[in-house]
Structure formats: C-alpha cells, structure tokens
C-alpha cells in the first residue's frame, strides 16, 4: 500500500492522503486569506471524506472540475455540513481568484455523493472501505481501508470523550498502518464537567449583574454543544449566525447525535435571531448569552456583537477554543484589544477562555494509540507532529511525521500474502 501525504502534515489545515494513487482521505483547506489547498493536484477515481470541518472537507467541489467526477463517499451529516460550508467559502471569495472552486462544481456534488452509515463495507476505488463513528463531531468517522495487501485506519479528528452532541469513539479496527491526528499531543484538558461548571457559573454572574456575554463558537460542533450546555443549567441564551442551520439540520439527522430528545429541548431553548431591524443592538443591551459565529472573532454576527459590549466591564466575552496565531480572536485574547472592520478596538468587557474541545488530548490520543503497539503509526494534523512521534518511538512504538508531499510504502501483511 501506497500512502501519499498531500496536506496536514506538521499542520493543521488542508488534509489529504493519496492511497495507491486513487482513493483520496479527505480535500481540506486552510482558513488562510486566501486559503491554501492540499498540493499535487489529484484526479482519484474516489473519494472518502471523514468529516465535514473546512480542514478536511472545504476543498472537496474542487475535486469536480473539467470532466472529473469521482463518486465521493461519506456520512449524511457530513454531506451536509461540507455542501454549507462550500456555499459559505462562495460567498466569502466567489469570483475571486481566491475561490478554489465555482457554483457549478458545488452544484456537482449531489450527482457523485455515495452517502453511508458507519459500519457498513463499501467498495471505492478497488478499495473496501467501513467508516467508524469517530466522537468529533455528528458524522465524523475513522475511515478503514483495505487494499487487499494492506490494511490502513486513517483516524480523522476524533474525541476520546463524551461530548454531549456526540459520544466518544470506541472502534479499535486491526489493521497494518494508523494515520493519526495529533492536535493536541502536548495538552491535557481539564475534566469536561468541570469546564461546564466553571464556564455556567461564569455566565450567571454576568447575567445577574445585569450584563451580557457573547459566547464565540464555531458554527459545526461547538454552537450545538454550548446550547446543549445553556439548556441543561437554564442559561438563558440566544443563538445566531451559521451555527442555527447547522442546528437544524442535525436535528434531521438523530441517529448521528448523541442524545436528539436532548437536541431537540437545546434547540427550543435557544431563541434564534434573526437579525431584523436592529435586533442585535438591543439583544447585546439586554442582559443575555449569545451564542454566536465564528468561533475566532474571524466575521459573522459576532463582529456585530463585540463592538456592542465591549465598552462594558460589566459584560463578558468568553471563547470556547482554541484560538489560532494571527486570528482576531487570539489578539484580544493576548493584548485586551483587537481590530474589527479595520478599527482598533480596546476591549473593557471581561474576556475569558473555556477548552471545550473535540479533540483527544494527550492521554486521549496514547489510549487510542496503545491498542496499536505493532503497527506503523503515521503522524500526522498536529503543529508538533515530529515531536510526538519521536516520543512514541521512545515509548517503544514504530512511528513517525510524514513530510509533505512525501509517500510511505506499507508492506503487505505476510498474513495476507
Ligand atoms: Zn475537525
């Protein structure tokens, strides 16, 4: 088996791996201005995409081009979260060089889409392929590929943890050689009830001292699981900007959430704005949670939001992840101020950080990996990739971080021969 590594290598962000020069893991990009696309320029005959998060799934219409249609394969949330988050990327740089694919590419997708629900073997590319439920996000899967000679469990994102959208991930599939994620192999998060606690009671005392606090969340994941939250303790909260589609869709989509009866009460909880006549302006003087996009302060409605209440030490701004270098979301994070529709802002409402993440952290990610002690561990969407395989190679395992654009050669299983 031949693995090539076209993105996400020592990176976080446009992840894609080439197997036997025909079945493609996943066309990402990278939230850069403007963004930045796998390299190597593949044509596959098929396409399996893990999970429908701009890094693995933001350049798949791309993919459709010329006379290129390559049947792509995936889990019914995944198909819709990647069809959103095309449409967004349309409006943002559409017309622009900056655009990696056209409306008429996007269009394609519904004539190649293969949809399919985790644990059932398919065909793609010559390929057997099963997809496992991965506990990122609603949809996102491990995906299992077996060429015959070879057996690879490419990981995509994954949590070892119960979330309340979604469980944690349980498979353990044997296989020859594990493309894992790394994101965070140098973290440990704190116990999630423990976060929730502390970011509620937060919340609670902004909302009786009579202020308000914006919540930036990503629109995919994170809104869902901070209504969830807001629910189950009674926050009063409002929710706006892409995170509302998104909500709804999952709701057409109850055997991929963890718990729909607990969805469906989020969803009633939160009152969706719709951004009509001024509604924002007299929300943000209210007195109430906003759950909001983006996640990073990088647009959407909570850059109408900040500029509201950032005057007022009485309010808060309380970020749920990780906030990337060079994002304006890390800036006000460092320096209390941050520049919104190019204007400097100083910020006086009280900022404040929550790890809810979706991602193993470091004893996560040496759990998953100690069931696969001989097998070849290939490391990969971490910005320390080296590093943590050269500390599984200390601890006795065969691993390592493949550069980009470089190809590894899996020899088949004598088993199998
Ligand atoms: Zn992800």
């Known amino acids: 088996m031949e693995i090539e590594f076209l993105g996400g290598t020592s990176e976080i962000g446009r992840s894609a791996v080439l197997v036997n020069g025909s079945l493609l893991l996943d066309f990402g990009m990278?939230?850069?201005?403007?963004?930045?696309?796998?390299?190597?320029?593949?044509?596959?005959?098929?396409?399996?995409?893990?999970?429908?998060?701009?890094?693995?799934?933001?350049?798949?219409?791309?993919?459709?081009?010329?006379?290129?249609?390559?049947?792509?394969?995936?889990?019914?949330?995944?198909?819709?979260?990647?069809?959103?988050?095309?449409?967004?990327?349309?409006?943002?740089?559409?017309?622009?060089?900056?655009?990696?694919?056209t409306e008429a590419e996007l269009q394609r997708l519904t004539q190649v889409s293969r949809e399919h629900g985790y644990r059932e073997t398919f065909e793609a590319a010559g390929h057997e392929v099963t997809l496992f439920d991965a506990g990122h996000i609603p949809g996102s899967a491990h995906?299992?590929?077996d060429d015959g000679d070879a057996r690879l469990l490419y990981t995509g994102d994954f949590h070892t943890d119960d979330q309340r959208l979604v469980s944690r991930t349980t498979a353990r599939p044997d296989v020859d050689v594990v493309v894992c994620e790394s994101t965070y192999s140098d973290v440990q998060h704190d116990d999630r009830a423990g976060v929730?606690?502390?970011?509620?009671?937060?919340?609670?005392?902004?909302?009786?001292?009579?202020?308000t606090v914006v919540v930036p969340a990503f629109a995919i994941g994170r809104t869902q699981e901070m209504l969830l939250i807001c629910e189950a303790y009674d926050v009063p909260c409002y929710v706006d900007g892409m995170g509302q589609g998104v909500t709804e869709m999952l709701r057409r989509h109850p055997t991929f959430v963890r718990d729909p009866d607990a969805l469906r009460r989020a969803k009633s909880h939160a009152r969706f704005v719709t951004g009509r006549d001024g509604q924002r302006r007299r929300i943000a003087d209210q007195g109430a949670a906003i759950v909001?996009?983006?996640?990073?302060?990088?647009g959407g409605p909570a850059m109408t939001y900040v500029p509201e209440i950032?005057?007022?030490?009485?309010?808060?701004?309380?970020?749920?992840?990780?906030?990337?270098?060079?994002?304006?979301?890390r800036e006000l994070l460092e320096t209390g101020r941050t520049e919104i529709d190019g204007r400097i802002m100083p910020v006086s409402a009280r900022i404040e950080s929550y790890d809810f993440s979706a991602h193993a952290d470091r004893e996560g990610l040496?759990?998953?990996l100690s069931t696969y002690e001989k097998t070849t561990l290939l490391v990969n969407h971490g910005d320390r990739c080296g590093a943590f395989a050269a500390e599984l190679c200390e601890d006795g395992y065969d691993a390592r971080a493949p550069g980009l654009g470089e190809t590894i050669t899996v020899p088949s299983t004598p088993a199998r021969r």
Not at 292 to 298: A, K, P, V, Y
């Open 196 to 211: 929730e606690e502390r970011f509620v009671r937060s919340v609670e005392t902004t909302l009786w001292e009579g202020g």
């Open 292 to 298: 909001t996009t983006s996640g990073m302060l990088t």
């Open 143 to 145: 995906v299992l590929v």
């Open 310 to 329: 950032r005057t007022n030490p009485t309010n808060k701004l309380t970020f749920t992840g990780y906030q990337v270098e060079g994002t304006p979301g």
């Open 30 to 101: 990278s939230t850069d201005n403007p963004p930045r696309l796998p390299v190597g320029d593949p044509d596959p005959e098929a396409v399996v995409v893990s999970h429908g998060h701009l890094d693995h799934a933001g350049a798949v219409p791309a993919l459709l081009s010329g006379d290129s249609r390559p049947p792509i394969h995936w889990t019914p949330p995944t198909r819709e979260l990647t069809t959103t988050l095309a449409r967004d990327t349309l409006k943002l740089h559409g017309g622009s060089y900056r655009c990696p694919f």
């Open 366 to 368: 040496l759990g998953f």
